[in-house]
């Protein structure tokens, strides 16, 4: 009995004073924990994805609660949350933020582009554009290897038949496969946007047309019958321009490439697939 | 216990019996958190901080309490209170001074307190008999050779992530494999002698 008693005493002491030095130094190591970052933090999303600009959804929560960052800086919350956050930093509520999406400006399908070899290293556009810039002949086109699914945290970026295809719902607009992409040519749009052109070529038209099937060959007749100005053809390629675009269509019927796509009816999983809404 | 004897203990802690592919020890921070080299390092470093000083403490402790106690059997808790102590220790400063190192490791930082590798290396300075300085070269190799386990391991996983691995194998089975094949390889190792 006195074995044990002689044990647990000296237990009691090595515990007592371990128990000191922790209590000790829990003072002297004290952090100031902000309660607004906290409450606006679990508000967020907790996907931590970059789009705002901040290192991440604490950071973003710490940023706001000092008043440093706007409350509806963050793409992926509703009106009624960002009310919320409002109302724990102390100030006015905002509106909703203007909806992207990310779009991948290209269709050079297995079907419709050219390579120029056959492809057997690692499986990322970033490696594969090392190789006299990937497999396909266009210099501008999709790689196909996924380097812009990885990235995505939210699953919203695919690659389907060999082009990557952004799911509209899913995408919050972060620009992280925008900054992965070796081509460049994913782009932030309007999420209202009805039409966009899907290619990003770089050459001229009678070259253009060797690489790919569908590529824009900058012949500008859409430019010509745009009634309000809003798509050019800069050298080689026509774009958008969203601030003037009004949907009209006109573009996207005159085409004679049929490059210019619209956002037409979804299939099931969400996600355009090129081949299949020609017919829609 | 010469400087030869020192060296001898240190190679053969970081190569021969390594920790995680020769004694397997610690074998749960090791696969989840290899996926990020960046993040293999940061556990490697906190791993080596506590597994050093934790193993001169309980040293001392040992020796000079319990022995003279005759508390010997009772190792095993006293070394848990204290390896428990210094981890929190550890956590506080790293949530002060590190804050991004912090929310990195995440879970893993308490889990560092139930590792069986901090409380193997200091019951075996205890078995092995050493003294102070070679507890603590014991450990210290130890851990760097955990830490050279991890990150080795997390550069493999890098290059594993990009090839096309069956569906079925896809992240922690095809980790498992490539984790026995690295050890089959540090198997090489084993029954090196050194002359010192």
Request: glycine content about 10%; overall charge positive.
């Amino acid at each position: 009995m006195s074995n044990i008693l002689y044990a647990l005493l000296w237990f009691a002491v090595i515990s007592g004073v371990l128990g000191l030095i922790l209590a000790f130094a829990s003072r002297l190591f004290a952090v100031k924990t902000d309660e607004k970052a906290e409450k606006i933090a679990e508000i967020l999303p907790g996907a931590n994805c970059g789009g705002c600009g901040y290192a991440g959804c604490s950071a973003l929560a710490a940023a706001i609660s000092e008043g440093k960052a706007p409350v509806n800086a963050c793409n992926s919350v509703s009106k009624e949350q960002i009310d919320a956050i409002a109302a724990i930093a102390g100030v006015a509520s905002a509106s909703e933020g203007k909806r992207y999406r990310a779009q991948v400006m290209c269709s050079g399908t297995n079907e419709l582009a050219q390579k120029k070899y056959v492809y057997a290293g690692i499986n990322d556009c970033v490696s594969a554009n090392k190789l006299a810039g990937g497999d396909k002949l266009c210099p501008n086109g999709c790689i196909g290897l996924g380097t812009c699914a990885a990235s995505c945290k939210f699953d919203a970026i695919h690659i389907i038949n060999g082009v990557a295809a952004v799911d509209y719902e899913k995408c919050r607009a972060c620009g992280a496969c925008v900054s992965a992409c070796p081509k460049g040519i994913i782009q932030l749009i309007p999420y209202d946007a009805k039409h966009w052109v899907g290619c990003s070529s770089r050459d001229k038209g009678a070259v253009t047309k060797n690489y790919c099937s569908v590529g824009c060959i900058g012949c500008k007749i859409c430019e010509k019958n745009c009634p309000s100005g809003a798509i050019k053809v800069d050298g080689s390629v026509a774009s958008i321009n969203y601030d003037l675009c009004t949907c009209c269509g006109i573009c996207e019927q005159k085409c004679p490439r049929k490059i210019i796509w619209s956002a037409r009816s979804q299939s099931e999983e969400g996600i355009i697939r090129f081949k299949q809404d020609l017919s829609l | 216990m010469t400087i030869g004897s020192l060296i001898g203990i240190l190679i053969t802690s970081i190569l021969i019996e390594n920790y995680i592919f020769s004694r397997f020890l610690g074998i749960c921070p090791f696969l989840g958190l290899s996926e990020k080299p960046s993040t293999a390092v940061g556990m490697g470093c906190a791993v080596t901080f506590v597994m050093t000083i934790s193993s001169a403490v309980t040293w001392l402790v040992y020796t000079f309490i319990l022995v003279p106690a005759g508390l010997e059997y009772l190792k095993t808790i006293a070394f848990i209170l204290i390896i428990a102590s210094l981890v929190q220790l550890i956590e506080m400063f790293l949530k002060k001074s590190v804050p991004s190192l912090y929310t990195a490791l995440g879970i893993y930082l308490p889990l560092i307190t139930t590792n069986c590798a901090i409380l193997g290396a200091a019951l075996l300075c205890i078995q092995n008999e050493y003294n102070l300085l070679e507890s603590i070269i014991f450990s210290f190799g130890s851990a760097v050779g955990w830490t050279m386990a991890i990150v080795i391991f997390a550069g493999v996983r890098a290059r594993v992530a990009f090839s096309e691995t069956p569906k079925c194998f896809k992240g922690t089975p095809i980790a498992l494999v490539t984790a026995c094949l690295i050890a089959m390889a540090f198997a090489g190792f084993q029954g090196v002698e050194l002359p010192f």
